[in-house]
């Protein structure tokens, strides 16, 4: 997001850039900051990260107990599909705990078609077909998880 000046119609006299840079787990903020400084290639242009309550946390190991569980989850519904680990960008609760040496991890039950969620956006919604599959879904994954 860019903001300068007062009027449309005269220069400048600051001007100010909000760069949202989603960080992964296990990369530090201050290593993503430091890059932009390359990027930019200006030493004057000042670079400071806003207070968004986010923390450096590592990212959490791929544990077989949870991938196991996930796939009998998702199988229940879904028989078949391919089971692929991602890592999400952007901030969660479970920066926290992971920073706090436990493994976190955020596993959805929904599924839905491209761009029938707009996630995060003015009418983000979740399709009324995907709840019973995700109750399902949940059901399964914390049973598993129980055990």
Not at 74 to 97: E, K, L, R
Not at 105 to 131: C, Q, R, W
Request: proline share 7%; with cysteine.
């Amino acid at each position: 997001m860019l903001s300068g000046g007062h009027a449309t119609n005269a220069l400048p006299q600051r001007a100010e850039a909000n760069i949202n840079c989603r960080i992964f787990p296990g990369t530090p903020a201050e290593s993503v900051r430091q890059e932009l400084g390359r990027v930019i290639g200006d030493a004057s242009v000042k670079i400071t990260r806003l207070d968004d309550g986010g923390i450096d946390s590592p990212a959490s190991p791929m544990r077989p107990d949870v991938v196991a569980a996930v796939t009998k989850a998702v199988h229940a519904t879904w028989p078949g599909i391919p089971i692929v680990p991602s890592m999400a960008y952007g901030a969660s609760d479970s920066m926290y705990f992971r920073a706090a040496g436990i493994p976190s991890y955020g596993v959805s039950g929904m599924f839905a078609e491209n761009g029938e969620t707009f996630a995060h956006g003015l009418n983000e919604k979740a399709p009324l077909a995907s709840i019973d599959g995700t109750l399902v879904h949940y059901d399964i994954l914390l049973k598993e998880l129980a055990k």
